[in-house]
């Protein structure tokens, strides 16, 4: 079965240093999606790709947050610098183009921790 | 605003007890209404409702949704320890494909 892939599955970080996380969604898969999961709450969307486009980046905090998908396919999200806050789950997701699709399909996600 | 609420926040139930997870919602641009099954890693889907009052089952699991009175409901009959897990209900938009979720409700089955 078809699977979202993510990588690193945990990153340990000290703070102001650079992360970057790897996101290849399900092949076929037009839309794109990263999310922020603090623990004990839902996950947050941070920017919706649609092929190579941001659809919606107004949650992502430009600042310190880029997210790029070059070719439409692989995505990365990189955070520089990192802050103590910025420990969460980072959740990629995936669905297909079209009207009827809202389900989305998750991949493991990386824990990061910053020290 | 966009809310969506989910109650309770966390129950702990014995193998074999019935549980009932709410999820209300008030947002613009409905279009659907997701169940998510969370372990420690990432979430699962279970459902996605569009219809009112229509109840979608999956062995013991089984929600419905009231777009009237804005709000889902799962039910897990039966259950086991092995559904001990966080349960997000996720609302998707008309317009985009957005979702947008609740806090999760962790259940804990206790053999």
């Known amino acids: 079965e078809a699977e979202v892939a993510q990588s690193p599955r945990y990153k340990i970080t000290e703070k102001s240093q650079a992360v970057a996380f790897w996101c290849d969604p399900i092949?076929?898969?037009?839309?794109l999606y990263w999310y922020r999961q603090i623990l004990g709450q839902g996950p947050e969307l941070l920017v919706q790709?649609?092929?190579?486009?941001?659809?919606?980046d107004s949650q992502l905090p430009k600042d310190r947050f880029s997210a790029e998908r070059l070719k439409g396919v692989d995505s990365t999200l990189k955070i520089q610098p990192a802050e103590l806050g910025d420990s969460a789950m980072y959740l990629c997701a995936s669905s297909p183009s079209g009207d009827s699709y809202n389900e989305q399909f998750f991949g493991p996600g990386t824990r990061l921790t910053v020290l | 605003e966009d809310k969506v609420v989910q109650s309770p926040l966390s129950l702990v139930v014995h193998e074999g007890d019935t549980v009932t997870l709410n999820c209300s919602y008030e947002?613009?641009?409905?279009?659907?209404l997701l169940w998510y099954k969370q372990e420690k890693k990432a979430p699962t889907f279970l459902f996605m409702l569009t219809s009112s009052g229509i109840e979608k089952k999956s062995g013991r699991l089984s929600s419905i949704l009231d777009k009237k009175e804005l709000f889902s409901i799962l039910n897990i009959t039966a259950t086991q320890t092995g559904d001990s897990a966080v349960y997000l209900c996720?609302?998707?938009?008309?317009?985009?494909?957005?979702?947008?979720f609740g806090a999760g409700t962790t259940v804990t089955v206790r053999a």
């Open positions: 790709f649609q092929d190579e486009s941001v659809v919606d």
């Open positions: 092949s076929g898969h037009a839309t």
């Open positions: 996720a609302v998707g938009y008309l317009i985009d494909y957005k979702l947008s």
């Open positions: 947002v613009t641009n409905f279009r659907s």
